[in-house]
Nanobody
Framework: QVQLVESGGGLVQAGGSLRLSCQAS????????MGWYRQAPGQQREFVAR???????HYTDSVQGRFSISIDNAKNTVYLQMNNLKPEDTAVYYC????????????WGRGTQVTVSS
């Protein structure tokens, strides 16, 4: 079994910054990629960013240039540095990971709230 635990959410003013962290633990043989999705009230969950274990990254257009994702493979931890936050970034942010445990599996954290006030 694999668990993902997020931290770092909170309330920030527009233009401010937050750093999210997510650590994977459990029966992990290897991690293919880790990333973040978000879900605003009344909206579908959407992709935000992903980082592969070898370092390549992908971002949704709306956060390109403002958010930066990184991974610490030794700690099985992914970070999302969010700068110049906007009210439209307000959402619950969910960590996601593709992990090889007893076969490849897709795992999710419980989410952390990010609220950006105008």
């Amino acid at each position: 079994q694999v668990q993902l635990v997020e931290s770092g959410g909170g309330l920030v003013q527009a233009g401010g910054s937050l750093r999210l962290s997510c650590q994977a633990s459990g029966n992990i043989f290897s991690i293919n990629h880790m990333g973040w999705y978000r879900q605003a009230p009344g909206q579908q969950r959407e992709f935000v960013a992903r980082v592969f274990s070898e370092g390549s990254t992908h971002y949704t257009d709306s956060v390109q240039g403002r958010f930066s994702i990184s991974i610490d493979n030794a700690k099985n931890t992914v970070y999302l540095q969010m700068n110049n936050l906007k009210p439209e970034d307000t959402a619950v942010y969910y960590c996601n990971a593709q992990v090889y445990s007893d076969g490849y599996g897709d795992y999710w954290g419980r989410g952390t709230q990010v609220t950006v006030s105008s």
